[in-house]
């Protein structure tokens, strides 16, 4: 597979024209809906095996950590074995939500060593709007070898993410704007967003059908949101799914930003840590 923006995403001609392959994880996953696995079973790409992101993308949740942690290198080692992942192949991660959760799989495997693994970009519907296949069940492969490494992309924590605004980085928000404002919260136990980052819902990087808008227009984007090439970035959302999408949509436009994992999530629950809302960065 060749051809894709940053090697970030692969469109779903270009995957049905694939002499060979990739290995496919199906990731759908969204905040109140449990049923992702049933959404799975009724439907997915030839071959996809279902990634639960709450077991197996994650950690359990702690105030300390935020809602979804990120998994220890062993419990991804084995997860990524056990979807069938073999030294050397490439892998391509899916949802039906614009890759708003698939990237959290792109993210971690890029973060884990693995230097080929794409997002199908449009995830499920263009794939059946290309005219490719479904079919059902579960997919159980053979156990891969894959040996994971961890370090393969940029983390922040709450002091640096907080820290960066200062210093002439830029935070960027990923969340809904009515979130970032403080408008509303409907998980975590503050509103509002840390103080000095600017607010960039990651699901204005798609199309109205769930493709990521075109290079020219994302590097606009982040450019009027403080962006420079070669600049430090970092990206945070409620719990560290969403911001992984909005690091690829970065990667897109050919610009680096380190996630950090903990978020909102992390940063919220401690009274000590301050807040701002409305709609400047504070």
């Known amino acids: 597979m060749t051809g894709a923006p940053a090697g970030v995403v692969v469109g779903p001609a270009e995957l049905l024209a694939a002499p060979e392959g990739p290995v496919l994880l199906d990731v759908r996953w969204a905040l109140g809906d449990t049923s992702g696995r049933e959404h799975y079973l009724a439907g997915h790409l030839p071959g996809a095996v279902f990634v639960d992101?709450?077991?197996?993308?994650?950690?359990?949740?702690?105030?300390?950590?935020?809602?979804?942690?990120?998994?220890?290198?062993?419990?991804?080692?084995s997860a990524a074995r056990r979807w069938g992942i073999r030294a050397g192949d490439p892998v391509v991660v899916y949802d039906a939500s614009g890759g708003t959760a698939a990237a959290r799989a792109w993210w971690l495997l890029r973060w884990a060593g693995l230097p080929d693994v794409r997002l199908l970009d449009g995830g499920l519907g263009a794939w059946q709007r290309a005219g490719g296949p479904l079919e059902q069940g579960d997919i159980v492969?053979?156990?891969?070898?894959?040996?994971?490494?961890?370090?393969?992309?940029?983390?922040?924590?709450?002091?640096?993410?907080?820290?960066?605004?200062?210093?002439?980085?830029?935070?960027?928000?990923?969340?809904?704007?009515?979130?970032?404002?403080?408008?509303?919260?409907?998980?975590?136990?503050?509103?509002?967003?840390?103080?000095?980052?600017?607010?960039?819902?990651?699901?204005?990087?798609?199309?109205?059908?769930?493709?990521?808008?075109?290079?020219?227009?994302?590097?606009?984007?982040?450019?009027?949101?403080?962006?420079?090439p070669g600049g430090t970035v970092g990206v945070?959302?409620?719990?560290?799914?969403?911001?992984?999408?909005?690091?690829?949509?970065?990667?897109?436009?050919?610009?680096?930003?380190?996630?950090?994992?903990?978020?909102?999530?992390?940063?919220?629950p401690d009274p000590d840590r301050p807040v701002a809302t409305g709609p400047e960065p504070g």
């Open 53 to 77: 992101l709450e077991t197996e993308l994650a950690d359990p949740p702690s105030p300390r950590s935020g809602r979804h942690p990120l998994p220890s290198l062993q419990r991804l080692h």
């Open 236 to 268: 945070y959302c409620g719990s560290g799914v969403t911001a992984a999408h909005e690091v690829a949509a970065l990667a897109v436009a050919g610009i680096d930003a380190a996630l950090w994992p903990g978020s909102w999530s992390q940063w919220c």
């Open 141 to 228: 492969p053979e156990p891969g070898d894959v040996t994971l490494t961890a370090g393969g992309m940029p983390v922040l924590g709450p002091d640096e993410a907080a820290a960066l605004p200062r210093s002439g980085g830029v935070l960027l928000d990923a969340r809904a704007g009515e979130r970032y404002r403080g408008e509303t919260e409907p998980v975590d136990p503050r509103a509002g967003h840390v103080p000095g980052a600017r607010s960039a819902p990651t699901t204005d990087n798609l199309t109205p059908d769930g493709r990521f808008l075109p290079v020219a227009v994302l590097t606009e984007r982040f450019a009027a949101l403080g962006v420079r």
